[in-house]
């Protein structure tokens, strides 16, 4: 991938990328190019992407299968493989704070990884802002594989062999409630803790606001175990910050990073963000 250029966003991950153009249909060169990147920087930049709905599918294809929008899916059976993020509706109108979208998306201001709670997580999110408030509506970033280099061995040992269990209805419904269809469609299920890259061999946690508790493990210890990691993988020095500008194309590996979003004031600003994302490859478990 020597026709890229790469300069860091944060000394432990992420890159502004120049030298491609998402916009355009992708070889098979640039696509091998754009998971190298990902493997090793997390989340990726691209400035300046004159984006549509239609190419950022296309793009979505390139990388991987499409995912189906779980929310749409969850309520309604619907495929749809666009989310949109951000306080303006299809119709262009401005949803208002006290808008119930509005209120449902605050539950993105969780550190999360997008669709861990699913049977098959995502691989990567691909997500372009058109539209960016003057101020506040930042997306915000850490490494997973950092927060996992810097536990000691001691720590290591003691979470390698465990698993999480990843809810969506547990960890919305501290912001919204969720609607009894999409809930019946998300039942929890269970993935390791730590994960590994399958191209690097790089380890990582796997944590964040949809993990309820560990198996095996007391409700007590369990909780105490994950805010303890999410504490740990989540001080101030640890986080990028991404400030959006129109154009922005950012993608990020949820297999290894998390990432919240920041509020703005939905009544003074409009914030316009389309979202895709790409299936990952390893399937959790189900408890019976
Ligand atoms: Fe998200």
Redesign the pocket.
Known sequence: MTYLIFEPLHPDFGAIVSGMDLTAPLSQEDVKAFNDAVDTYSVLLFRNQDMTDEKQLRLTKAIGEPEAEHVAYGRTGEVVYFGSVGNIDDQGNQRKEAHDTTKYQKG?ELW?S?SSFRQVPSYV?ILHAYEVPGEGGATSFVSERAAYDRLTAAEKDQIDNLRGLHDYVFSRAKRAPVDDNHAASLPPVAHPLVKTNPGNGRKNLFIGSHVRSILGLSGIDSRALINDLLEKTTRPEDVYSHQWAAGDTVVWDNRCVL???NGFDADKWRRRLRQTRVVGSEVGQIPA
Request: charged content about 30%; overall charge neutral.
């Open positions: 993105n999360h997008d999110s990432h919240k979003g």
